[in-house]
């Protein structure tokens, strides 16, 4: 059972991109430190993008800029497909966080290989764009991107806060791009991050 049993099509580029797509369901498989909000199990990265997706079609009226919510949505979707290779890294994981960018970029350059070249660049970019977080689209794909495993933290009594024992600079630094873009949002992150300091989730 697998890609061996994969039945040519004689068509190149179909054969290509339907093997690029069993690849990625790989993505299925990489668990991310986010716990459900029912607590059963860790997501993994192939539920955590179609969910911050189906934020993307939420949440634009709190934006300081309107974005474009379908570009924003292509960006979400394939914005953890290198994860496929080079695992999850956790946000506050200082370490992990040092060696981040040279494997994804390795893991881009191999993932990226399998489809069409024009296709190739164009998922690249998309993922590149998110990445840099510049654009009008990408600051709002980082927000939901941030704002999504935030929701889960104050609904399973700061899970992976407390698991990483992580202080409420760390998540101010990493929501500060909420802060800026959609601050009506933020003060209901702010809210929250004074409650995970009383419950004794996160660290002060």
């Given amino acids: 059972m697998g890609i061996e049993e994969f039945l040519a099509s004689g068509n190149e580029r179909l054969d290509m991109q339907l093997k690029f797509t069993a690849e990625i369901d790989k993505m299925t498989s990489v668990y991310r430190r986010t716990l459900l909000v029912s607590g059963e ?11 911050i997706a189906v934020m993307a079609l939420l949440f634009k009226e709190y934006c300081i800029e309107e974005p474009d919510v379908e570009h924003a949505i292509k960006m979400l979707v394939v914005h953890d497909l290198v994860e496929v290779y080079a695992g999850d890294t956790f946000a506050y994981d200082d370490k992990g966080n040092a060696s981040k960018e040279a494997r994804e970029k390795e893991a881009a350059d191999k993932l990226f290989s399998q489809i069409p070249q024009e296709q190739g660049t164009e998922i690249r970019s998309l993922w590149e764009e998110f990445d840099a977080a510049r654009t009008t689209d990408a600051k709002y794909a980082a927000c939901l991107d941030r704002l999504q495993p935030f929701l889960h933290n104050t609904l399973t009594e700061g899970h992976t806060w407390r698991e990483g024992h992580t202080r409420r600079e760390q998540v101010e630094k990493r929501m500060k791009i909420i802060k800026e873009f959609m601050p009506a949002v933020y003060e209901w992150v702010d809210k929250n991050l004074d409650r995970g300091i009383e419950k004794g989730w996160l660290n002060s």
């Fill in 41 to 51: 199990r860790r997501e993994n990265d192939a539920e955590h993008s179609w969910h």
